[in-house]
């Protein structure tokens, strides 16, 4: 550990209630876990954030999503795409605006996070549908959307303790760093908990770096496999944590090659154009 224990116990100390999710979309994603839902209740949710709101149409209607017909409202986006992919682009567009700081350091490290997170969101979910996994498509995208939540927490709360000057340290990229590689897991599973994140994201965030990981878990493997390639890719700057030699183990499991590989990796670097 690079860094004191009064940081850390500082870092422990911070409300859990530091903005990471914005209340509508995190309101859709704990709705959507009741298979009853119905389209009426989710489109009356997204408009109760109207910033919100524009966005999820905006990205409704962008190239990956538009089809042959665009969508002029929020309810026929959501009849257009369901409830589901809906809450996805909701959750992504909050979070885009989430990963943003006043601070110089904090801000590009924010910026390379959120596109490290948006990347492995279209990875995962482009990796779901081209390993014949179709149905877990929008799952595989929110949970390579979240996988690393705990490290946008503990951006916020470093910054909030450096504000506070409540202990003197540097809050320098060297720090942060070492923070992630020592908290972001434990971190992101705690606030997923505390704020009744459905548990497969849960379980997402707590084993994403495990050194193994149970055969049965396809979800996982994705985000594993997809979070690998994304340092192969240059999209993953500040991998710090030891990660294993190499993806075979998810590769096998998945029963992938070289086309899919291709495609991911095309499909993940759509957030560098």
């Given at each position: 550990m690079g860094f004191s224990l009064d940081l850390r116990y500082q870092i422990c100390?911070?409300?859990?209630?530091?903005?990471?999710?914005?209340?509508?979309?995190?309101?859709?994603?704990?709705?959507?876990?009741?298979?009853?839902?119905?389209?009426?209740?989710?489109?009356?949710?997204?408009?109760?954030?109207?910033?919100?709101?524009?966005?999820?149409?905006?990205?409704?209607?962008?190239?990956?999503?538009?089809?042959?017909?665009?969508?002029?409202?929020?309810?026929?986006?959501?009849?257009?795409?369901?409830?589901?992919?809906?809450?996805?682009?909701?959750?992504?567009?909050?979070?885009?605006?989430?990963?943003?700081?006043?601070?110089?350091?904090?801000?590009?490290?924010?910026?390379?996070?959120?596109?490290?997170?948006?990347?492995?969101?279209?990875?995962?979910?482009?990796?779901?549908?081209?390993?014949?996994?179709?149905?877990?498509?929008?799952?595989?995208y929110l949970a390579g959307l979240l996988h690393d939540i705990g490290k946008l927490y503990l951006l916020k709360a470093m910054e909030r303790i450096s504000l506070s000057r409540e202990i003197s340290f540097e809050l320098d990229l060297e720090t942060l760093l070492d923070v992630f590689s020592d908290m972001h897991v434990e971190q992101g599973v705690r606030i997923m908990n505390h704020w009744d994140i459905p548990p497969l994201y849960c379980a997402i965030a707590a084993h994403h770096h495990a050194e193994t990981f149970d055969p049965g878990d396809t979800l996982l493997a994705i985000v594993r496999l997809v979070n690998f390639n994304s340092m192969q890719y240059n999209l993953n700057l500040y991998p710090r944590l030891v990660q294993p030699p190499d993806a075979l183990p998810e590769i096998s499991l998945l029963k992938v090659g070289d086309p899919e590989l291709v495609k991911l990796e095309a499909d993940m670097q759509v957030v560098c154009a």
């Open positions: 100390l911070q409300p859990i209630e530091l903005p990471v999710f914005n209340p509508v979309a995190l309101e859709l994603l704990q709705l959507l876990a009741d298979p009853t839902v119905e389209i009426d209740h989710v489109t009356e949710i997204i408009q109760k954030d109207q910033g919100l709101a524009i966005q999820v149409l905006r990205m409704a209607n962008s190239s990956a999503y538009v089809g042959r017909n665009r969508s002029e409202t929020i309810k026929d986006a959501v009849n257009r795409l369901g409830g589901k992919q809906i809450t996805s682009l909701a959750m992504a567009a909050s979070q885009a605006a989430l990963h943003a700081s006043e601070n110089p350091v904090v801000n590009e490290v924010m910026r390379h996070l959120w596109l490290h997170s948006h990347a492995c969101a279209l990875g995962c979910r482009s990796l779901a549908i081209s390993s014949g996994h179709r149905a877990l498509a929008d799952q595989a």
